[in-house]
């Protein structure tokens, strides 16, 4: 077993006693308990609820970090498809200027051939 | 006429190089999806923070009812806030790297977008009807069977739209890799919150029916009159897991559909079942934020 696949099972068994710990027979259990019993209870139920979120919170950490890591590289991409974007719009605004130049060119044409 | 034939031939060899890669229409689909996706993953984040809170505050409220330590009960306290406050700063980073996702997919969306290339070509047709004003033979010259005006105004979208398959496909093979990773790890981010959620909720429901449901009926006296419908109820499975669960299905479908477009092959299956996973998302996530829980 991998330390990832032995949190993963650590982790379902803690959240199958935090379940057991808050169900409803336990409660109907706990109401004849011995008032240690009840404080044994509370504190192991508090202790398997704060071993879940640190366990959830480690998993989740080791995903951020690795999305972290990855940041740079889809920034890169960002970039560089914005780059292509640029070209795009350039040819765009060539096409746009040298229709204006030609109409230029036509209208200076025809004011020479008139004079 | 030799410049045009060299025009002619260039838009021939940037059209052939797209040849092999898949469509930017397709492309554009994807990223539409990616960015609604994306969309989605801050709220969810949220209603995950909100039901672990709530989870936790059951389990301390239930600890507190027996134990008697002042210190011993701010001492549970202040641990779980620790703890919460971290798991925010996790969801924090999380979001801020869904929005960095979401402009990539934004980007690729607008790069392949073909819907404005047209435009283009009424450009280039006005361009060679300017000419043709100049040099009148040019409206009537042809290439092959096509007047030169129809070919420019009907090549220059094609030119274009083979230009967006290049760099499409330029960036597919720069980051390919990248991008897989990135999707496989957002399928795992909301794979564990699902699995959070599916605990934190189920804890919730527990409480609510023990209050609700069990107690009233283990006691004697009459049942509440509501009691039938408070089951039906606690049976339905609440739009939050519902919401956090197609999420990590269609982040799945995401990257099938990324690895399908990376490889060149047609993603259209992957892609329309994708729409409708992203469809369910996006609904549900639509009455989350109406209705937050819990």
């Known amino acids: 077993m991998t330390p990832t696949e032995i949190r993963r099972a ?3 068994q803690l959240r199958a006693a935090r379940e057991d710990m808050m169900s409803t027979r336990w409660m109907l259990k706990l109401r004849t308990a011995t008032q240690q019993e009840k404080d044994d209870h509370a504190r192991t139920l508090v202790k398997v609820q704060h071993a879940i979120l640190e366990l959830e919170n480690k998993k989740l950490t080791e995903i951020r970090d690795a999305l972290a890591a990855n940041e740079e590289d889809i920034s890169e991409g960002i970039d560089e498809l914005k ?3 640029k070209k795009i ?3 765009e605004k060539a096409i746009k200027a040298v229709g204006q130049f030609l109409q230029l060119v036509g209208k ?6 008139t004079a | 006429m030799k410049n045009l034939c060299s025009a002619l031939l260039a838009i021939t060899l940037v059209t052939l190089s797209a040849c092999g890669s898949a469509p930017p229409t397709q492309f554009a689909e994807f990223a539409k999806l990616g960015t609604a996706l994306t969309d989605s993953t801050p709220p969810l984040l949220d209603a995950a923070f909100a039901e672990a809170v709530s989870a936790d505050s059951i389990v301390l409220s239930q600890a507190r009812s027996t134990l008697v330590s002042p210190e011993e009960r701010l001492d549970m306290l202040e641990k779980s806030s620790t703890l919460l406050r971290d798991r925010l700063t996790i969801y924090a980073d999380l979001t801020r790297h869904s929005r960095l996702l979401r402009s990539y997919f934004v980007t690729l969306g607008l790069l392949a977008d073909t819907s404005g290339d047209s435009k283009i070509g009424d450009g280039a047709k006005g361009i060679v009807d300017q000419l043709s004003a100049l040099h009148p033979k040019l409206e009537n010259a042809m290439v092959g069977d096509f007047a030169v005006a129809d070919f420019v105004k009907a090549a220059a979208p094609v030119a274009v739209g083979a230009f967006r398959s290049v760099a ?5 093979e720069a980051r390919a890799d990248a991008i897989t990773k990135e999707l496989d790890l957002q399928q795992a981010v909301l794979t564990a919150i699902a699995e959070q959620m599916r605990s934190d909720i189920g804890l919730r429901l527990q409480k609510q029916n023990r ?3 069990e107690m009233p009926f283990i006691d004697v006296g009459d049942l509440p009159s509501d009691w039938t419908e408070r089951r ?5 499975t609440p739009i939050t897991l519902t919401a956090v669960e197609a999420a990590a299905a269609a982040s799945e479908n995401l990257r099938v559909s990324f690895i399908a477009l990376s490889e060149g092959g047609a993603a259209g299956g992957s892609l329309s079942q994708l729409l409708q996973d992203v469809s369910t998302v996006v609904s549900l996530v639509e009455t989350l934020k109406k209705s937050p829980q819990p």
């Open chain 2, 211 to 213: 209050e609700r449901i």
């Open chain 1, 108 to 113: 200076v044409a025809k004011l020479v051939a």
């Open chain 1, 10 to 12: 650590t982790l379902v």
């Open chain 1, 89 to 91: 719009e350039k040819i």
């Open chain 2, 168 to 172: 499409l496909q330029r960036e597919l």
């Open chain 2, 232 to 236: 039906v109820n606690s049976l339905k």
């Open chain 1, 83 to 85: 780059k292509s974007l």
